[in-house]
């Protein structure tokens, strides 16, 4: 061999010397890393490979294919199923917790204001005459709702995560003693009845009322009411209260929603009516009026199958009140919108002593408007049956009434009135503040700062923009607005981008949707970033969309929300029931041993931790005005609570799913099943 060769040769030698001395290094550090990551680092490798059209090995081609239960595997990638833990997500991650005001309470002499701090777990006791706070007490659960005893010696405050109700002695103001109640209660009402003093309380989740004596502090009854029962209102002789709920009931195709007003008489401790209040949703506050036969609710009138498009004429929702009489009967609703101006989300509701004043909060409007309740009554007294019925689609009527607009900071939602009515306390809630009006002049004569506002926090400032009705046309409604507390309205809409009516779409939530891309019913949207920009502002806004930093900072929010919370998963303890259940979710089998092809199963599309596969299916639930048959496959997590079902909402409960609406076995083999196996399998579904 001449010199040039070994030349040559020596450089190649060096070089195969060293790329084995790296290949062993490699795999040492390899076989030591943690299997997760090999796993998933193969996974990224792979979806490489297929994405660069080099074609996948024929053993990962038949994983594919069998586990994802598809033959056409072009538009699958191994992240369909791998990829995600929920310990991983945005949402199971701690994030900033800010003094943010809910339920505020003025004692009897104008000395004190109490305020629930939900984040912080604590209840702030204001002076009146500085405006500064002054002592702070710890009430675990998330404090929400506040009232007082009537002699003025302690405070009951709701704890909404705790599913209790507590009771603070205000000298030393610590807690005293505390009662379970239903899940999640929010409103509260303290009233002097027949058997004394009781505390009727809003139990949002459980859908119902519970009933307490408050000496000792103790629940002798829980009444059923609506859907997502919020806001409680009690009668100045003890002889009502009033509880709204802020959901519709679940419609009908030929049956328009309705929000149920709960009247109950305390003392006897049963339900007197359950008046329908239509069309009407979030439906968050109820006040009965004072030397006025009157209750009034604040509510939303929602027009949900009226085509989008009618979103530029202002068509699609109207904030107003509904006004019925003590017994719940003689619903009439009115509007507080304008024909070019809307006030949405409306929240805190309060009336003076004398009942000639209301005031409303619109948390999407920074606004607090200010109803003359003896021009009301004029209007009421003046107008036939028929103006009554229609009231609500007046958008010019509000001017007989509405006497002013006071400004607030971001997203008022809670309302208090001193006892003589000299003095309005509006919680800013995301601006972190209490707004103090003169109810004289109404102007404002202070302010209480608990926080700065979370500026620095891009899931407060998404938070932000989700309550706020300023980027729709005319502030009409906010992203909240549909999905209250980033959940469900339990409606159905027609989006006219898939054509006038066609395609009616179940509203779906928002809570725990990291990581379940794509998004929308069709799997158009391939992230948060897509479904809430431009398709949100041409189809939904009709203004101009989110910049980049502001859609960054929305997507923050929607991904920092937990899966919802449910009735279903309160019990720790794990039933025969609920596992049997579970053995039937997963089987690969039927009972007689006959094999489930894996496109059939349940948990090939509904594969944890997230229970989707991220991925479209045909399972026989189209309908006449559908025009497709291929679904995005929807997150079990917290399913239970997310009522009613299907891509356009047609069951009403997950029994239906496969009673009412299974086809040929399409939508998981389920023909098997005995009526109690069916039963086990929808008990499991709901601890999800």
């Not at 509000?398 to 006497?403: E, R």
Request: hydrophobic content about 35%.
């Amino acid at each position: 061999m001449n010199r040039r060769g070994k030349r040559l040769r020596t450089p190649l030698i060096t070089a195969a010397i060293g790329l084995a001395v790296v290949a062993i290094v490699v795999a040492m550090a390899w076989r030591s890393t943690p299997l997760k990551f090999r796993r998933t680092t193969r996974i990224r490798v792979l979806d490489v490979i297929g994405m660069a059209g080099l074609g996948l090995p024929k053993r990962d081609i038949d994983h594919v294919r069998e586990k994802s239960g598809m033959q056409d595997i072009s538009n699958v990638s191994c992240r369909n199923c791998h990829g995600e833990t929920t310990n991983a997500l945005p949402w199971a991650k701690p994030h900033p917790r800010h003094p943010s005001p809910a339920g505020l309470v003025v004692t009897r002499d104008n000395s004190r204001l109490y305020v629930a701090l939900p984040e912080l777990d604590e209840i702030a006791e204001v002076k009146i005459d500085t405006l500064r706070v002054l002592r702070r007490a710890h009430v675990a659960g998330e404090p929400t709702g506040l009232a007082l005893h009537p002699d003025g010696s302690s405070l009951f405050v709701t704890c909404r995560s705790g599913d209790r109700v507590a009771r603070l002695d205000l000298d030393p103001f610590t807690e005293a003693e505390s009662a379970f109640v239903g899940i999640a209660p929010v409103g509260i009402g303290c009233l002097k009845t027949t058997n004394g003093i009781q505390l009727v309380v809003a139990n949002t989740i459980s859908d119902d009322a519970s009933i307490l004596r408050t000496a000792p502090l103790q629940e002798t009854v829980r009444l059923t009411t609506g859907r997502e029962p919020y806001g409680v209102g009690v009668s100045s002789d003890g002889s009502r209260a009033y509880v709204s709920a802020r959901l519709a009931e679940m419609p009908g195709i030929d049956r328009p929603p309705a929000s149920e007003l709960t009247v109950i008489d305390p003392g006897r401790q049963r339900v007197l009516a359950r008046p329908r209040l239509i069309s009407a949703h979030l439906s968050e506050a109820t006040v009965p009026v004072p030397s006025r036969s009157w209750v009034l609710t604040a509510m939303v009138r929602v027009r949900n199958l009226v085509p989008i498009t009618q979103v530029a004429r202002g068509w699609v929702m109207t904030s107003g009140l509904a006004i019925t009489d003590t017994e719940g009967n003689n619903v009439v609703q009115v509007p507080i919108d304008e024909a070019n101006r809307y006030f949405a989300d409306p929240a805190g509701l309060v009336v003076d002593p004398e009942g000639h004043r209301a005031y409303l909060a619109s948390g999407g409007g920074d606004t607090v408007s200010v109803i003359d309740l003896d021009r009301l009554a004029n209007w009421l007294a003046q107008s036939d049956d028929a103006a009554k019925r229609t009231a609500i689609h007046d958008l010019e009527l509000s001017s007989q009434y509405v006497a002013a607009r006071i400004p607030t900071r971001r997203n008022p939602r809670q309302l208090a009135l001193s006892p003589d009515g000299s003095r309005l306390f509006i919680a800013e809630r995301l601006q972190d503040s209490i707004l103090v009006i003169n109810t004289t002049n109404l102007a404002a004569v202070g302010r209480v700062v608990l926080g700065d506002g979370g500026e620095s926090d891009p899931i407060r400032r998404g938070e932000r923009l989700f309550t706020w009705a300023g980027k729709t046309f005319q502030g009409q409604f906010s992203c909240r607005s549909c999905h209250p507390d980033g959940h469900v309205d339990g409606l159905n809409y027609d989006f006219d981008g898939d054509g006038i009516g066609d395609n009616l779409l179940d509203n779906r939530s928002l809570q725990g949707v990291a990581g379940t891309w794509p998004f929308k019913w069709s799997g158009k949207n391939p992230s948060l970033k897509v479904q809430c920009g431009p398709r949100f502002a041409k189809v939904l806004m009709r203004t101009d969309p989110f910049d980049g930093e502001q859609l960054d900072n929305l997507t923050h929010f929607v991904e920092s929300m937990p899966p919802p919370r449910t009735r279903h998963v309160q019990d720790t303890e794990w039933t025969q029931t609920r596992e049997r259940g579970r053995l039937l979710f997963f089987a690969v089998q039927t009972s007689d041993g006959k094999p489930i092809p894996p496109e059939r199963r349940c948990s090939t599309c509904h594969r944890p931790p997230l229970y989707t596969n991220r991925a479209k299916a045909s399972v026989g639930t189209r309908a006449p005005q559908d025009s497709t048959d291929e679904f995005d496959t929807p997150h079990l997590l917290g399913i239970a609570a997310s009522a009613p079902y299907l891509h356009d909402g047609r069951a009403k409960s997950l029994e239906e799913l496969w009673t009412l609406y299974q086809t040929n076995d399409l939508h998981g083999v389920s023909s098997y099943m005995s009526k109690q196996q069916l039963n086990e399998l929808v008990e499991y579904l709901k601890t999800l």
